[in-house]
Each structure stands twice: as structure tokens, then as C-alpha cells.
């Protein structure tokens, strides 16, 4: 069987899962709905604002987030990306939405190409489905259904092994993911095709040390388009208004990280 095909099984018996399972909030696992009103409302559209890190890291485009990423939001990922809970990709996408709109700024609905970052082709097929590609599709369809006319462009492939993230520095992820991701020629051409007129933003389900969006928009630049902004349903690190980032990168300058 193809890997295509064992996917689309994979996916198929955790749609069945859903259904045969007694549903309990995946955010606090209390209730009788896979998704109770009170955490729904940690995912509403108006917590959107933008995130750390701070001070953000060279290269990394403005950033913006749906909510911090603590629980119940945490468990919803996670519940959505490890454990197939695939019906959390529709208010998962509608947060990250809330995210693009945040990094497009005020204005009428326009245009917007969304570009997920990659999940590599062993994850795809050790969790049955690509859960970022999921959920920037959800967070298109939530975007249409706000007026813009919104895209989804999936370009970014990964070029090389990377070494596991777990336990390295903000520094070490960095040096760990140079280069690792391109835009192959194929795919390049599809870029340009969809980019025409439509800013790009850089979609992700969470952001911690920002080196993996800080990568995929490298390898953007690199193909001729520079994102305009990236977006995330979650931030590890506390989000400020603009003017506090500002503030504060000023007062951090040559400062460590903290944590993430
Ligand atoms: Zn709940």
C-alpha cells in the first residue's frame, strides 16, 4: 500500500474512532462534546495579537498568535496533532485565522496565501495525517467565510535530516534547522503562480524559539517571496501589544532567552 494510502486509512479509522468513542472535552476532558463552550471561548478570535519570542530572532517575520500556549489550548493541539481528534482542526483553524487576520492589520478582507510549514513525510505517516496542512486548510475555509480570499499553498519541503529539537537551545535549533528547508522547483512554480497579488503568510500551530519559521521564511526569501508575517494557533512565550515587543527588545538587547 501506498503511503498515501495507508494514511488515508490511518484517517479513515479515526474518523471511526470519534464515533465509537464516549466524547469528553480534548481540552479538559470533562463534559459530553469533544470541544466544551469554555474551551472553545480560550480559542476565540479576539485574544489574536502578536507574540513572542522576545526579542524575536533575526529573520523571523512579524509574529502573531491566537492564544498562549497553555492548557486547555495545549491539549487541544495536542489532542488534534497526536492523538487524531481531526474534528478540533475546524475551531483550531478558526483561532489560527484569527491569527492571519491579526498579521494582515486593519483593513477590509482581501487576498492571503497561507503557507504551512512542513511536517516530514515519517511524521505524516506515524500520525496518519498532516495535522498543519489540516489546519491551515480549516483556517482558509474560516478566512473565507470572513470575505478574504484565501489560498493555501503547502511548498515547503524539508531537504535534509534534522536532529530532534527536544532538548536543544534556542541557539542550537537554530544552527540545527539552517538550511533545511527549500522550495523545489516544482513547487517554486506553484508559488509564483498563487503568490501574484496576495500577501504570504507563514502558518504554524505553535511557536516556541521561532527557529523553524525563522528557517521556512528564510527558504521563502530564498524562492522570491518573502512572507509578510507568520501566524500561529499558540505561543510558548508570553504575547505583548506591539509597542510593549518593541519596549522590551529594546530592554532585552544582548539578553539571554528565557526559557524557550
Ligand atoms: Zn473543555
Avoid at 116 to 136: I, N
Amino acid at each position: 500500500m501506498t503511503t498515501t494510502g495507508s494514511s488515508r486509512l490511518a484517517v479513515g479509522l479515526l474518523d471511526l474512532l470519534e464515533l465509537l468513542l464516549p466524547a469528553e472535552c480534548a481540552g479538559c476532558r470533562t463534559g459530553h462534546s469533544q470541544l466544551c463552550p469554555g474551551c472553545r471561548a480560550a480559542l476565540s478570535d479576539p485574544r489574536a495579537g502578536p507574540a513572542g519570542p522576545l526579542p524575536a530572532p533575526p529573520g523571523l517575520p512579524p509574529l502573531h498568535a491566537a492564544a498562549p500556549y497553555a492548557d486547555p489550548v495545549r491539549q487541544l493541539l495536542i489532542a488534534h496533532k497526536e492523538r487524531g481528534a481531526l474534528r478540533l482542526a475546524g475551531p483550531l483553524g478558526l483561532a489560527l485565522a484569527g491569527a492571519v487576520r491579526s498579521a494582515l492589520g486593519p483593513g477590509p478582507p482581501g487576498p492571503v496565501l497561507l503557507v504551512p510549514m512542513p511536517s516530514t513525510r515519517q511524521a505524516v505517516r506515524a500520525r496518519g495525517h498532516d495535522p498543519m496542512l489540516r489546519l491551515a486548510r480549516a483556517a482558509a475555509r474560516a478566512l473565507g467565510r470572513a470575505g478574504h480570499q484565501a489560498q493555501v499553498c503547502a511548498v515547503l519541503r524539508h531537504g535534509r535530516a534534522v536532529a530532534d529539537q527536544s532538548g536543544l537551545s534556542a541557539a542550537e535549533r537554530h544552527r540545527n534547522l539552517r538550511g533545511a528547508l527549500g522550495v523545489p522547483g516544482r513547487a517554486a512554480a506553484r508559488l509564483a503562480a498563487q503568490a501574484r497579488g496576495r500577501p504570504l503568510i507563514l502558518v504554524d500551530d505553535l511557536v516556541t524559539t521561532g527557529a523553524s519559521l525563522t528557517e521556512a521564511a528564510r527558504a521563502l526569501r530564498a524562492a522570491g517571496h518573502p512572507p509578510h508575517a507568520a501566524a500561529t494557533v499558540a505561543a510558548t512565550v508570553r504575547r505583548a501589544p506591539a509597542r510593549h515587543r518593541a519596549a522590551a527588545r529594546q530592554a532585552s538587547r544582548g539578553a539571554a532567552i528565557p526559557g524557550s
